[in-house]
């Protein structure tokens, strides 16, 4: 079946450092990769996407200085939330899909920022 | 612009009973229709999914309804069960696009 893992599942960072989180897609090729956050009492929020062969797209209020995402393969990608601050914390999803209907969730990392 | 409503922002149902949620949309190209459910501390995962060719699609207790024409869908949950108790994400897009828009969840309480 197709999996999606997140790693790691929860974070604590400093204000103002920066935090690396990974998303791994096991039992299909993840052609598009997307980064959601979902800040307290909020709903998801599309970061930016990320297609095989295309520049990676953000959404408004979101920057790649920011949040540099790297989708090297099939299989993986990763994004960083550089220079922290507490309006960054919440749950940060990974969605990967291999170009059908479905896209798939993996568990989120909980970034929470002291 | 808001794409995706859902309705009601919360909702409290006995034991038994069939729990009600509603999604409206706006954009005429979503053509794939998932419902998530997430516990507190996880990400959602994938309920049911309806495609926008089909007006029902069931799968246990769980029953999705769907009107193109009016653009609004509905998840009920037969004999809602206490282990039910979680958020409901409406979650359209078009099918083989990537963008997923969420709503903004209905958390539902399963009362025993």
């Known amino acids: 079946g197709a999996l999606v893992y997140q790693y790691p599942r929860r974070t604590i960072c400093k204000s103002g450092t920066s935090m690396r989180m990974e998303c791994q897609a096991v039992g299909f090729q993840a052609t598009s990769v997307a980064w959601y956050r979902q800040s307290p009492q909020k709903t998801f929020e599309l970061i930016a996407l990320?297609?095989?062969?295309?520049?990676?797209?953000?959404e408004q209020n979101f920057t790649q200085e920011k949040f540099p995402i790297s989708h090297p393969n099939l299989s993986f990608s990763s994004m960083t939330v550089l220079n922290a601050y507490l309006e960054d914390r919440g749950l940060y999803l990974c969605?990967?899909?291999?170009?059908?209907?479905?896209?798939?969730f993996g568990p989120g990392t909980r970034l929470t920022v002291l | 612009q808001q794409q995706v409503r859902q309705s009601p922002q919360s909702l409290t149902v006995w034991e038994g009973e069939t729990a009600i949620l509603n999604c409206s949309y706006e954009n005429s190209a979503f053509d794939y229709f998932p419902w998530y459910q997430q516990f507190p501390g996880e990400g959602p995962a994938l309920l049911i999914s309806i495609l926008s060719v089909s007006d029902k699609k069931e799968d246990g207790r769980f029953t999705i309804f769907f009107n193109k024409r009016e653009k609004k869908l509905s998840l009920h949950i037969a004999d809602s069960q206490p282990g039910d108790s979680a958020t409901y994400f409406c979650a359209p897009h078009r099918a083989g696009g990537y963008k997923v828009v969420f709503g903004s969840g209905t958390r539902l309480l399963v009362s025993p």
């Open positions: 990320s297609t095989v062969n295309s520049a990676i797209k953000y």
């Open positions: 969605g990967a899909s291999g170009g059908y209907a479905e896209q798939f």
